[in-house]
Protein backbone atom coordinates (compact mmCIF):
# COMPACT_ATOMS: atom_id res chain seq x y z
CA UNK A 1 0.00 0.00 0.00
CA UNK A 2 0.88 3.44 -0.31
CA UNK A 3 2.44 5.25 2.44
CA UNK A 4 1.90 8.27 4.20
CA UNK A 5 4.11 9.76 6.82
CA UNK A 6 3.95 12.37 9.75
CA UNK A 7 6.22 14.71 11.25
CA UNK A 8 6.41 15.19 14.54
CA UNK A 9 5.19 11.32 16.08
CA UNK A 10 4.96 13.55 19.49
CA UNK A 11 4.84 16.70 21.13
CA UNK A 12 4.63 18.54 23.89
CA UNK A 13 3.81 22.32 24.07
CA UNK A 14 3.06 25.08 26.44
CA UNK A 15 -0.28 26.81 26.40
CA UNK A 16 -0.63 29.37 24.13
CA UNK A 17 1.87 28.24 21.33
CA UNK A 18 1.41 27.13 18.12
CA UNK A 19 2.40 23.40 16.91
CA UNK A 20 2.63 22.67 13.05
CA UNK A 21 2.04 18.90 11.76
CA UNK A 22 3.24 17.89 8.53
CA UNK A 23 1.70 14.67 6.48
CA UNK A 24 3.12 13.72 3.38
CA UNK A 25 2.65 11.21 0.60
CA UNK A 26 6.00 9.41 0.12
CA UNK A 27 5.26 7.41 -3.09
CA UNK A 28 1.98 9.05 -4.58
CA UNK A 29 0.61 12.02 -5.13
CA UNK A 30 -2.75 13.16 -3.07
CA UNK A 31 -5.02 16.00 -4.12
CA UNK A 32 -7.31 15.13 -1.23
CA UNK A 33 -5.97 14.61 2.28
CA UNK A 34 -8.13 14.04 5.75
CA UNK A 35 -7.01 15.72 9.07
CA UNK A 36 -8.70 13.71 12.08
CA UNK A 37 -8.32 13.93 15.59
CA UNK A 38 -8.99 10.77 17.90
CA UNK A 39 -9.42 11.36 21.62
CA UNK A 40 -8.70 8.29 23.95
CA UNK A 41 -10.75 5.34 23.72
CA UNK A 42 -12.92 6.90 20.44
CA UNK A 43 -13.29 7.10 17.00
CA UNK A 44 -11.78 9.25 14.63
CA UNK A 45 -13.19 12.49 13.87
CA UNK A 46 -12.82 14.17 10.66
CA UNK A 47 -11.74 17.88 11.08
CA UNK A 48 -11.32 18.57 7.68
CA UNK A 49 -10.73 17.36 4.06
CA UNK A 50 -8.14 19.29 2.42
CA UNK A 51 -7.59 19.92 -1.00
CA UNK A 52 -4.11 20.43 -2.88
CA UNK A 53 -4.29 24.23 -4.15
CA UNK A 54 -7.65 25.49 -2.27
CA UNK A 55 -8.75 25.81 0.92
CA UNK A 56 -9.49 23.12 2.96
CA UNK A 57 -13.17 22.13 4.05
CA UNK A 58 -13.47 22.01 7.56
CA UNK A 59 -16.39 19.76 9.67
CA UNK A 60 -19.04 21.12 11.50
CA UNK A 61 -17.77 22.43 15.01
CA UNK A 62 -13.72 22.58 13.71
CA UNK A 63 -12.97 26.05 14.02
CA UNK A 64 -11.22 26.75 10.82
CA UNK A 65 -8.96 30.01 12.42
CA UNK A 66 -7.77 27.56 15.05
CA UNK A 67 -6.57 24.55 12.64
CA UNK A 68 -4.91 26.00 10.26
CA UNK A 69 -4.62 23.97 6.94
CA UNK A 70 -2.22 24.31 4.14
CA UNK A 71 -1.88 21.69 1.11
CA UNK A 72 0.60 23.42 -1.07
CA UNK A 73 1.73 20.48 -2.97
CA UNK A 74 0.49 17.32 -3.65
CA UNK A 75 2.66 15.55 -1.35
CA UNK A 76 2.32 17.82 1.54
CA UNK A 77 -0.24 18.88 3.55
CA UNK A 78 0.40 20.89 7.31
CA UNK A 79 -2.13 20.99 10.16
CA UNK A 80 -1.14 24.26 12.30
CA UNK A 81 -3.04 23.99 15.94
CA UNK A 82 -2.40 27.92 17.30
CA UNK A 83 -2.79 29.10 20.27
CA UNK A 84 -2.98 25.45 21.67
CA UNK A 85 -4.82 24.48 24.78
CA UNK A 86 -4.95 21.50 27.27
CA UNK A 87 -8.38 20.81 25.37
CA UNK A 88 -6.35 20.32 22.02
CA UNK A 89 -4.42 17.29 23.76
CA UNK A 90 -5.28 14.53 21.00
CA UNK A 91 -4.18 12.32 18.33
CA UNK A 92 -3.62 14.18 15.03
CA UNK A 93 -3.76 11.90 12.20
CA UNK A 94 -3.99 12.89 8.50
CA UNK A 95 -4.53 10.13 5.62
CA UNK A 96 -4.33 10.48 1.85
CA UNK A 97 -6.98 8.74 -0.81
CA UNK A 98 -5.05 6.29 -2.70
CA UNK A 99 -4.67 6.68 -6.47
CA UNK A 100 -6.81 3.03 -6.91
CA UNK A 101 -10.37 2.48 -7.82
CA UNK A 102 -11.15 1.87 -4.61
CA UNK A 103 -10.08 5.07 -3.02
CA UNK A 104 -8.85 3.68 0.34
CA UNK A 105 -7.23 6.04 2.25
CA UNK A 106 -4.01 5.64 3.69
CA UNK A 107 -2.98 6.56 7.30
CA UNK A 108 -0.05 8.18 8.43
CA UNK A 109 1.26 7.22 11.68
CA UNK A 110 -0.26 10.18 13.96
CA UNK A 111 1.00 12.94 16.15
CA UNK A 112 0.56 13.04 19.67
CA UNK A 113 -0.56 16.45 20.90
CA UNK A 114 0.23 17.25 24.50
CA UNK A 115 -0.86 21.12 25.76
CA UNK A 116 0.43 21.27 29.26
CA UNK B 1 -21.80 7.69 6.80
CA UNK B 2 -23.43 8.62 9.98
CA UNK B 3 -24.77 5.89 12.93
CA UNK B 4 -22.45 3.69 12.44
CA UNK B 5 -23.00 1.05 15.02
CA UNK B 6 -20.29 -1.60 15.96
CA UNK B 7 -20.15 -3.75 19.28
CA UNK B 8 -17.57 -1.91 22.40
CA UNK B 9 -15.58 -5.00 22.91
CA UNK B 10 -15.49 -8.55 21.95
CA UNK B 11 -13.06 -11.40 23.55
CA UNK B 12 -12.22 -14.49 21.77
CA UNK B 13 -9.83 -17.46 22.11
CA UNK B 14 -6.31 -18.10 20.06
CA UNK B 15 -7.14 -20.00 16.84
CA UNK B 16 -11.10 -19.63 17.05
CA UNK B 17 -12.69 -17.28 14.63
CA UNK B 18 -14.26 -13.82 15.48
CA UNK B 19 -17.35 -12.26 13.85
CA UNK B 20 -17.71 -8.37 14.39
CA UNK B 21 -20.97 -6.63 12.90
CA UNK B 22 -21.47 -3.18 11.94
CA UNK B 23 -24.78 -1.45 11.12
CA UNK B 24 -24.68 1.61 9.55
CA UNK B 25 -27.34 4.02 7.72
CA UNK B 26 -26.45 6.78 4.66
CA UNK B 27 -27.86 8.26 2.11
CA UNK B 28 -24.94 7.90 -0.66
CA UNK B 29 -23.28 5.18 0.36
CA UNK B 30 -20.48 4.23 -1.44
CA UNK B 31 -18.15 1.52 -0.28
CA UNK B 32 -17.29 0.17 3.30
CA UNK B 33 -14.32 -0.19 4.75
CA UNK B 34 -12.38 -1.95 7.75
CA UNK B 35 -9.33 -0.99 9.24
CA UNK B 36 -7.39 -2.48 12.11
CA UNK B 37 -5.20 0.22 15.02
CA UNK B 38 -3.30 -0.62 17.26
CA UNK B 39 -3.06 1.37 20.57
CA UNK B 40 -1.36 4.65 19.97
CA UNK B 41 -1.02 3.69 15.92
CA UNK B 42 -2.67 4.91 12.90
CA UNK B 43 -5.31 2.62 11.63
CA UNK B 44 -4.61 -0.12 8.89
CA UNK B 45 -6.63 -0.53 6.13
CA UNK B 46 -7.82 -4.18 5.93
CA UNK B 47 -10.83 -4.61 3.33
CA UNK B 48 -13.43 -3.03 1.50
CA UNK B 49 -16.73 -4.03 0.06
CA UNK B 50 -19.04 -2.04 -2.17
CA UNK B 51 -21.01 -4.55 -3.95
CA UNK B 52 -23.24 -7.34 -2.04
CA UNK B 53 -21.17 -10.06 -1.00
CA UNK B 54 -18.20 -11.54 0.93
CA UNK B 55 -14.59 -10.90 0.26
CA UNK B 56 -12.12 -13.24 1.13
CA UNK B 57 -8.12 -11.97 1.59
CA UNK B 58 -6.12 -14.70 3.30
CA UNK B 59 -7.43 -15.13 7.32
CA UNK B 60 -9.64 -12.13 6.99
CA UNK B 61 -13.02 -11.73 5.35
CA UNK B 62 -15.71 -8.75 4.90
CA UNK B 63 -19.16 -9.53 4.05
CA UNK B 64 -21.75 -6.53 3.10
CA UNK B 65 -25.27 -6.28 3.05
CA UNK B 66 -26.70 -2.68 1.16
CA UNK B 67 -30.23 -3.47 1.66
CA UNK B 68 -29.53 -4.52 5.05
CA UNK B 69 -27.08 -1.62 5.83
CA UNK B 70 -24.91 -4.69 7.50
CA UNK B 71 -20.99 -5.65 7.18
CA UNK B 72 -18.77 -8.02 8.94
CA UNK B 73 -15.37 -8.81 9.64
CA UNK B 74 -14.75 -12.05 10.09
CA UNK B 75 -11.29 -13.27 11.44
CA UNK B 76 -10.31 -16.87 11.30
CA UNK B 77 -7.11 -18.74 12.61
CA UNK B 78 -6.82 -15.79 16.04
CA UNK B 79 -3.62 -14.69 17.08
CA UNK B 80 -2.42 -12.86 19.67
CA UNK B 81 -1.23 -9.87 17.49
CA UNK B 82 -5.03 -9.75 16.19
CA UNK B 83 -5.63 -8.05 19.66
CA UNK B 84 -6.85 -4.60 18.51
CA UNK B 85 -9.64 -2.15 17.86
CA UNK B 86 -11.56 -2.95 14.61
CA UNK B 87 -13.42 0.24 13.09
CA UNK B 88 -16.11 0.10 10.29
CA UNK B 89 -16.29 3.00 8.11
CA UNK B 90 -18.56 4.03 5.84
CA UNK B 91 -17.81 6.31 2.67
CA UNK B 92 -20.87 8.51 1.26
CA UNK B 93 -20.89 10.59 -2.04
CA UNK B 94 -21.34 14.33 -0.71
CA UNK B 95 -24.44 16.07 -2.57
CA UNK B 96 -21.47 18.71 -3.71
CA UNK B 97 -19.50 16.68 -5.01
CA UNK B 98 -16.62 14.13 -3.32
CA UNK B 99 -16.95 11.66 -0.70
CA UNK B 100 -16.89 11.49 2.96
CA UNK B 101 -15.75 8.39 5.37
CA UNK B 102 -16.95 8.13 8.57
CA UNK B 103 -15.56 6.06 11.46
CA UNK B 104 -17.63 4.19 14.04
CA UNK B 105 -16.34 3.74 17.70
CA UNK B 106 -14.53 0.58 16.97
CA UNK B 107 -14.56 -2.88 18.43
CA UNK B 108 -11.87 -3.52 20.94
CA UNK B 109 -10.90 -7.41 19.93
CA UNK B 110 -9.23 -9.12 22.76
CA UNK B 111 -7.42 -12.34 22.21
CA UNK B 112 -6.61 -14.54 24.78
CA UNK B 113 -4.91 -18.06 25.25
Known amino acids: GAVVSQHPSWVICKSGTSVKIECRSLDFQATTMFWYRQFPKQSLMLMATSNEGSKATYEQGVEKDKFLINHASLTLSTLTVTSAHPEDSSFYIC????????????FGPGTRLTVL | GQNIDQPTEMTATEGAIVQINCTYQ??????LFWYQQHAGEAPTFLSY????GLEEKGRFSSFLSRSKGYSYLLLKELQMKDSASYLCAVRDKLTGGGNKLTFGTGTQLKVEL
Open chain 2, 26 to 31: TSGFNG
Open chain 2, 49 to 52: NVLD
Open chain 1, 95 to 106: SARGTSGRGEQF
